[in-house]
């Protein structure tokens, strides 16, 4: 999942990167409206996080420029005013969702995931790697033709991992991906779900990166 990071205070860009590159995001950045359009046409993002307040021009006339260029990329517009007439602006200008600064950085991220769910789903029905596959939408997981039988959790973080086949997830971001920021996340959690995972689809599917997290290797 690739991100643009559009915001003027080096404090605040700087920290979202770090911590969302931790995460696993792909990260990239924006300080100034102009800038922001040229990344978001020639950058492949996914999802952007947009200031309204920016130095060359408003982050709604950003927003309006995007989506004139017909750019499917889902937008949370972030402002310091609460007043309810800039957050009807923004979401009537296409804006996906809207957070008022200081946020909390949980609710940034769990608002990216349910953004990144309905992405996943409308351009990976069924996603396939090796023997596997998974229909996203039936919510049904085969290997080699026949149904395997797994508890939402595990079929949340295979999915993750199928998507992301040939890259690494750090249990962290795997963690961001199957719990919303208000659930209890027990430590091992993920290794208690893989274990589980690994009962019911063929030997070595999924690799460990010893302190790290997990990775299925592209076939």
Known sequence: MRLL???????????????????????????????????????????????????????????????????????????????????????????????????????????????ERNLNFRQHPILEVGPLTVDISGHIVRCNGEDIELSKKEFMLLKALMESAGRVQTKEALEAKLYDFAEEVVSNSIEVHVHHIRKKIPHNFIHTIRGIGYTIKKL
Request: net charge negative; aromatic share 4%; charged share 30%.
């Open 5 to 115: 990071l559009v915001e003027d205070d080096d404090q605040l860009i700087n920290g979202l990167s770090k911590a969302l590159k931790r995460d696993g995001f792909s990260i990239v950045t924006a300080m100034n409206g102009c800038d922001a359009i040229i990344r978001a046409e020639y950058e492949k993002v996914d999802i952007i996080i947009l200031d309204i307040g920016l130095p060359d021009m408003s982050g709604l006339e950003v927003l309006k420029q995007i989506k004139d260029k017909g750019l499917s990329c889902k937008i949370i517009m972030l402002s310091a005013k609460e007043e309810l007439s800039t957050k009807v602006k923004a979401l009537d200008a296409g804006a996906d969702d809207y957070l008022v600064k200081p946020f909390e950085y949980e609710e940034l991220t769990a608002r990216i995931r349910v953004l």
